[in-house]
């Protein structure tokens, strides 16, 4: 995942760099089974959305959910120099 990404141009010197945050992760996939939709989907919902978030119900038969089992996370940033984040 790179989020937060900027392009940094410094004319002076006729040079550009990114600024960046990064995320790598390594696992596996799993598929939620039928009878952990709802849960799975509510929480889902909870992170994008407001507490309680609605939505139909009717869809969760049609819907696929899967979860990422993450075994393994590095992350990087890259700042201008002179940004001391």
């Given at each position: 995942?790179?989020?937060?990404?900027?392009?940094?141009?410094?004319?002076?010197?006729?040079?550009?760099?990114?600024?960046?945050?990064?995320?790598?992760?390594?696992?596996?996939?799993?598929?939620?089974?039928?009878?952990?939709?709802?849960?799975?989907l509510?929480?889902?919902?909870?992170?994008?959305?407001?507490?309680?978030?609605?939505?139909?119900?009717?869809?969760?038969?049609?819907?696929?959910?899967?979860?990422?089992?993450?075994?393994?996370?590095?992350?990087?940033?890259?700042?201008?120099?002179?940004?001391?984040?």
């Amino acid at each position: 995942m790179d989020c937060e990404h900027n392009l940094v141009s410094d004319i002076e010197r006729g040079s550009c760099t990114m600024e960046y945050q990064s995320v790598i992760g390594r696992g596996h996939i799993e598929l939620i089974p039928e009878n952990e939709k709802y849960d799975a989907l509510c929480i889902l919902m909870k992170h994008y959305h407001m507490e309680n978030f609605p939505f139909n119900k009717d869809v969760i038969p049609r819907t696929t959910v899967f979860k990422l089992i993450v075994e393994h996370m590095t992350g990087k940033i890259r700042l201008k120099r002179n940004d001391k984040r």
